[in-house]
C-alpha cells in the first residue's frame, strides 16, 4: 500500500506531462523518473548497434529506432526510451 505523501501518477497523467516536457522521463509503477544524458562513448556504441541492427533486419519487416522513440513495455507498465 502507498503511503499518502507518496506522489503516484497514472499512465495518462505521465503521458500528459511528457507531451510539454522538455526533459525525457520513464514511467513505472506510478512513479516518473527523469532520463539521465547519455556520454560520448555511451552515444557511439548506441549508433553502431542502431546500425548494426538497421542492416540486419534490412529484409524483414521490422523497424530499427532511436532514443527518442518512447516504448511501452505492456507486460511491466514501464514507458522508457531505449537507446535502439
Do not use: W
Request: aromatic fraction near 12%.
Amino acid at each position: 500500500m502507498r503511503s499518502a505523501q507518496e506522489n503516484y501518477f497514472t499512465p495518462a497523467q505521465y503521458l500528459a506531462m511528457e507531451v510539454v516536457s522538455e526533459e525525457k522521463h520513464e514511467y513505472y509503477d506510478g512513479k516518473i523518473y527523469l532520463v539521465a544524458g547519455g556520454t560520448r562513448e555511451h552515444g557511439r556504441i548506441a549508433v553502431n548497434f542502431a546500425s548494426t541492427l538497421n542492416k540486419a533486419l534490412a529484409s524483414k519487416p521490422c523497424e530499427v529506432y532511436n532514443s527518442n522513440m518512447r516504448l511501452l513495455v505492456q507486460r511491466g507498465g514501464l514507458y522508457t526510451y531505449p537507446d535502439v
